[in-house]
């Protein structure tokens, strides 16, 4: 029972760290940014949720807005910064680090914004179904209603991405774009378009891995920090190219987070993250599901 | 009606790759445009496509403008460019590079009729569609790149090399298709061969070039049978 509940809680976290993975996995394909900015786009949403559910009480409604939100934001953050700074700097090592730095320079922005707005003080929501485990006649597992929710969320989530980007011609234009930008051009697709496309996606993907995680923690400008890192290591686990790679990489991340935590310290669980990514990069930097360097769908 | 190009130049920091040529294609004419490595020749059609900036000079077709303008918007103008090399998305599958193809075009049936012409032309697409591009020979990613740039119904066709590390049989079959092809469509191509005897044989114009200038321009009948020119720019 104990080792079931452990892999079933550690599912839960996963898919939170999937849906941070698949975020930032999607920016990268699409733009060949490490997006930092990230975590404060997802805080962003998760705030404009929380104004929500503190105004209606209403958990229903506050995901889609901030998924919208999210969406919203990432797309402005294309817009507004990425594609103006790709057009100013063109080529050399500029070209590469200064998105990244802008998306680090970001962070810190939105992070103070929320501060200044909401308060630098914990707030919380409640989750909409109890956040109490299961109970097995006399046994209570961890594994609560709450997480079973985010499980099936994320599994929502995800299913419709693989749909979009399998099934629809968006989905054709999308990793055209991501995989060869110029031969998709020539093809006529809008390469910028789908691309803010890409950022809206993984905006909105971050925003709901905000609003899922928040009733189980409590929500701070910088409350959503740990959860970019470990998007991270989910990414590079799933080889940071596949979608699919970011999904199983955060969940793998996160049951083997669950079993270190249960039978081995709570204090060793997140150095063990960082030692998986270093590991990861070292041994296989294409992820547990690259093949010599390619890129999976 | 025709593609003119006046006095264009263009740069890559500061080396002039294209130096005030200057040339013209009437509708309905394939122009063979030969040269030798660094020549300047991809980077002629690089901008006639849309992918460089030109520093100077005009190109016009159908009397307007194509410069400055994005490659997927002269797609929609129906110029469009093959390039060389990796012509096709590889991690795509054969269905879904020709189906790149048709993505932007509104009349969707036509999309469908487009498909199955290629399909017709191609037949060895046909037996591959579900398969990676990746798999495909270096002859059927010559045809798939052509066969996109088909069902986007073209009027203009921009195509770099496709003789590019092709067999001699393989290079005869594309070139046989190609001189087929332009006249049952009516398309006007300009086309970038370093296999000068090939581009020449199926060409009305040859349009020789040397370190981003015009060497000479004329029928290709002539060319092909000028002594000098064949010592020093054919290689024949």
Do not use: C
Request: proline share 4%; hydrophobic share 50%.
């Amino acid at each position: 029972m104990r080792l079931f509940s452990t892999l079933l809680i550690g599912l839960s976290s996963g898919a939170i760290y999937s849906l941070m993975a698949l975020a930032l996995v999607l920016v990268w394909r699409s733009t060949r940014v490490v997006n930092f900015a990230q975590a404060g786009q997802a805080i962003a949403s998760t705030y404009i949720g929380y104004l929500v559910i503190s105004r209606t009480d209403n958990y229903w409604l506050a995901l889609p807005v901030a998924l919208v939100a999210g969406a919203l934001i990432g797309a402005l953050v294309d817009v507004a910064l990425i594609r103006t700074l790709n057009k100013r700097v063109k080529s050399g090592p500029a070209a590469e680090m200064a998105p990244v730095i802008v998306t680090l320079g970001l962070l810190g922005l939105i992070r103070s914004t929320v501060g200044m707005i909401w308060g630098g003080d914990l707030k919380a929501y409640k989750a909409p179904v109890t956040n109490h485990g299961f109970t097995f006649g006399t046994t209570t597992i961890p594994f609560s209603p709450y997480n079973l929710l985010i499980v099936i969320t994320t599994v929502i989530v995800m299913a419709v991405f693989s749909i979009i980007f399998q099934k629809t011609n968006l989905g054709l234009s999308l990793r055209a774009a991501a995989f060869q930008p110029e031969i998709a051009r020539l093809a006529g697709v809008r390469v910028d378009l789908v691309r803010t496309i890409g950022w809206a996606f993984a905006g909105g993907a971050g925003a709901v891995a905000g609003v899922l995680v928040t009733p189980s923690n409590s929500l701070s400008p910088n409350s959503l920090d740990l959860l970019l890192v470990l998007g991270f290591v989910g990414a590079v686990i799933g080889g940071l190219e596949s979608l699919l790679g970011a999904a199983i990489g955060g969940v793998v991340l996160g049951i083997g987070l669950a079993f270190i935590l249960e039978y081995v310290s709570t204090s060793l669980a997140f150095p063990s993250a960082f030692i998986v990514l270093i590991l990861v990069l070292l041994i296989k930097p294409s992820g547990i599901l690259g093949k010599k360097g390619g890129r999976g769908a | 009606m025709s593609l003119i190009i006046e006095n264009l130049t263009v740069r890559h920091g500061a080396i002039t790759a294209i130096d005030s040529l200057s040339f013209r294609v009437n509708e309905r004419e394939l122009a063979a445009v030969i040269g030798a490595n660094g020549a300047g020749k991809t980077t002629l059609l690089r901008t006639l496509s849309g992918l460089n900036e030109p520093i100077g000079g005009s190109v016009t077709w159908h009397g307007e403008s194509i410069l400055h303008t994005k490659p997927e918007d002269l797609v929609r103008r129906g110029i469009l460019h093959v390039s060389d090399g990796k012509t096709v998305i590889p991690e795509l599958s054969v269905k879904e590079n020709l189906a790149l193809g048709g993505l932007w075009r509104k009349d969707k049936k036509d999309v469908v009729v487009a498909t199955d012409e290629v399909i017709d032309l191609f037949p060895r697409l046909g037996e591959r569609l579900t398969q990676s591009a990746d798999t495909l020979s270096g002859g059927e990613r010559q045809m798939l790149a052509i066969g996109r740039a088909l069902i986007s119904r073209p009027k203009l066709l921009l195509l770099d090399e496709p003789s590019l590390g092709l067999a001699p049989l393989i290079i005869d079959q594309i070139f046989q298709t190609l001189d087929s092809l332009r006249h049952k469509l009516g398309l006007t191509v300009v086309l970038v061969e370093q296999n000068a005897m090939s581009a020449l044989g199926i060409a009305d114009t040859g349009i020789i070039i040397n370190l981003g200038k015009l060497v000479t321009v004329g029928k290709s009948n002539d060319l092909k049978s000028d002594p000098n020119l064949r010592a020093a720019y054919l290689g024949y």
